[in-house]
């Protein structure tokens, strides 16, 4: 009796630390996702808005280029054909080259002064193309506006790398993106209303669309200053305790499920290297994903530039100013179905593996339209070409960042993936001339070819991030235990 007694209490004893043990784990469960929650809703509503308010500005202001043209542009500068496709390919060629060095130089500026300043610069220029005289003057306006307008995007890809773990990335991205498809359809309603103002004050209509909406732009760039912190552990609106939990959660120091980062403290702490920026310029994925959003960035720039027009010739609205709100349909199909496949991609941590199931939407849009004559059929295929694409982008933005640690090394390979992908501009701005109208089928046909290269640069680099993966399991990376970035073999890529 007296030894079943002591049995009974040993066991006791032993279930008690066990039990104690399972309830503080369920209790620190809880705080970390009490926690989280109220960390992600405050960047999510203070940052997140602020950002897609400017990547809208942004995509209109490089767009708007496309509505001005269906009601008089063209017709007012005495442009050429050829001499409006320079003008708009002249854009991509500045924007381009300043993205690496923006991204550099980011940094040591701070985001909270470098994105706005950017901001307010284009505005600017975007009002100058309202008083435009001719060829020269319009093309040397879109030539300043791209280098003022090339830093922004890398430079919030970057920005928002460092609010977010990289599972959360795709849905911001997703939800930040959304800001293009809105743009297109705020862009098409914008532009039919501003061109009503005109011809007034000796203006033109379509020169008050660039007046305007670069008027707007200075507005959003000033109060970006006011509202934008440089970094978690500097927002204003966080307690200490949460932006020291936000710095331990980034670096996967919680005991949180959030654990795929390396140390933020000492990200920014690093000093510059250019052995880093090598890292990132001899980066396979960097090409593979760079050259598949150049593919993509074809199809989404040419889409933004020319919808207006392939609607026009389509005959299905008796007017462009009528014309201006049909443009407005594609994009509002588009913005939900990018929300949700981000979405997806976050929960299921896939990036490219999902890109393999939309690109293929896209695809089919860009096939039928190349090759049948009914304007019905045609406008459907518009809406699945910007479904296919859209959806696209927020995997194939976030997907290079998320496979790169360091802070010089993930600027440089998210700046050269932009710059190889923003390219796509110059096919863009040559694939539709005038003398292929209606049906467009050398452009639409081009377009296709390049979204088919894009699925299998997709599918490569699956293959290759499963094979680093495999490798690092294997043991192949065992001397790069330790280093803090993405060669460590704690740090898996994401497929």
């Excluded at 609205?317 to 009528?322: D, E, G, R």
Aim: with cysteine.
């Amino acid at each position: 009796m007296t030894s079943n007694n002591h049995a009974s209490n040993a066991d006791k004893m032993g279930e008690r630390p066990s039990t104690e043990k399972m309830e503080r784990t369920v209790s620190d469960s809880e705080h970390h996702r009490n926690m989280t929650r109220r960390i992600l809703w405050k960047i999510d509503t203070r940052v997140l808005p602020v950002l897609v308010l400017l990547f809208l500005c942004s995509f209109l202001d490089r767009a708007n280029v496309g509505n001005a043209r269906i009601i008089g542009l063209e017709k007012d500068l005495g442009l050429s054909n050829t001499q409006y496709t320079q003008g708009l390919a002249v854009f991509y060629a500045t924007y381009i080259a300043i993205e690496l060095p923006s991204n550099l130089v980011l940094k040591k500026v701070t985001p909270k002064i470098w994105l706005p300043l950017l901001t307010i610069i284009w505005g600017i220029i975007t009002m100058c193309l309202g008083f435009v005289k001719n060829f020269g003057s319009f093309f040397g306006v879109r030539a300043l506006l791209g280098i003022a307008e090339g830093g922004l995007f890398p430079g919030i890809v970057l920005y928002l790398s460092g609010l977010y773990t990289r599972q959360e990335m795709a849905l911001r991205m997703g939800i930040f993106y959304t800001a293009a498809s809105l743009s297109g359809a705020f862009g098409g309603l914008l532009a039919r209303g501003l061109s009503a103002i005109g011809p007034r004050g000796g203006l033109e209509g379509w020169r008050w669309i660039f007046i305007i909406e670069g008027l707007i732009t200075i507005l959003v760039g000033m109060v970006t200053y006011l509202l934008l912190p440089t970094s978690i552990v500097t927002a204003p609106y966080l307690t200490e305790e949460k932006k020291e939990y936000a710095a331990r959660r980034l670096q996967g120091d919680t005991g949180a499920d959030t654990a795929d980062r390396f140390n933020p403290v000492s990200e920014r702490e690093e000093k510059f290297k250019w052995s880093e920026v090598r890292r990132g310029v001899f980066n396979l994925q960097v090409w593979l994903t760079g050259s598949a959003y150049f593919a993509l960035g074809a199809g989404l720039y040419s889409f933004g530039l020319f919808l207006p027009t392939i609607l026009n010739d389509l005959k299905i609205t008796s007017n462009p100013n009528q014309t201006q709100l049909w443009s407005v349909i594609p994009y509002a199909v588009a913005t939900p179905v990018t929300v949700l496949i981000a979405f997806a991609s976050d929960r299921l941590k896939l990036r490219g593996v999902m890109m393999l199931f939309t690109l293929p939407i896209a695809i089919i849009g860009y096939a039928v339209i190349a090759n049948v004559a009914s304007a019905q059929v045609r406008f459907a295929m518009t809406c699945l070409m910007a479904i296919g694409m859209y959806s696209s982008i927020p995997c194939i933005l976030v997907w290079n960042s998320n496979n790169s640690a360091g802070h010089y090394k993930r600027a440089t390979s998210s700046a050269l993936q932009l710059a190889i992908g923003n390219a796509g501009g110059f096919v863009a701005t040559f694939v539709y001339p005038p003398k292929d109208r209606p049906l467009y089928h050398k452009g639409q046909t081009i377009l296709l070819g390049l979204l088919v290269y894009a699925w299998f640069a997709i599918l490569a680099n699956v293959l290759w991030c499963n094979k680093i993966n495999k490798d690092k399991a294997a043991g192949k990376y065992e001397r790069y235990e330790g280093s803090g970035d993405d060669r460590d073999p704690a740090f898996k890529m994401i497929p």
